[in-house]
């Protein structure tokens, strides 16, 4: 059984179009390349598809959010996790900030911004280290 389990304020359907909208975000700023919502979620669905029995959650402990004159931010630290079969896992940190911008009386995501660690040594991302 496949399944994402989200944490944080999103009230219920949030998930999917957020969770939609971001991802398609990322694919236009990774090289300037993307195909829209439909064609990241097809590569999403692609790879949970491969292992069916994996569970992804994400959490966001501490979110904050501002939410003025009909644009919202929200941040804080992003955890994932990946539930493998066989029992193991997989946890990963990330600071992220969004940007929602009030439309036709719902909230769409203009932008979002992920980073990471750098270790100084090797420049290397570590998305292993904890809060």
Do not use: N, Y
């Not at 998930?15 to 590569?43: I, L, P, S």
């Not at 959650?57 to 630290?77: E, N, T």
């Not at 036709?104 to 750098?118: I, N, R």
């Amino acid at each position: 059984m496949r399944r994402l389990a989200l944490g944080g304020t999103a009230g219920a359907g949030d998930g999917e179009a957020a969770g939609a909208d971001e991802a398609a975000d990322a694919g236009r700023t990774r090289g300037g390349r993307g195909g829209g919502v439909e064609a990241v979620r097809e590569v999403c669905e692609r790879g949970l598809d491969a292992s069916p029995d994996t569970v992804v959650g994400l959490d966001v402990p501490g979110l904050k959010i501002l939410a003025r004159d009909g644009l919202a931010v929200a941040w804080g630290l992003d955890h994932v996790r990946v539930e493998h079969p066989g029992g193991r896992s997989t946890d990963t940190w990330s600071r992220g900030t969004r940007v929602f911008e009030r439309r036709d009386g719902g909230w769409v995501m203009v932008h979002k911004h992920l980073s990471v660690p750098l270790d100084p040594a090797t420049g290397a991302a570590r998305t292993d280290l904890r809060p």
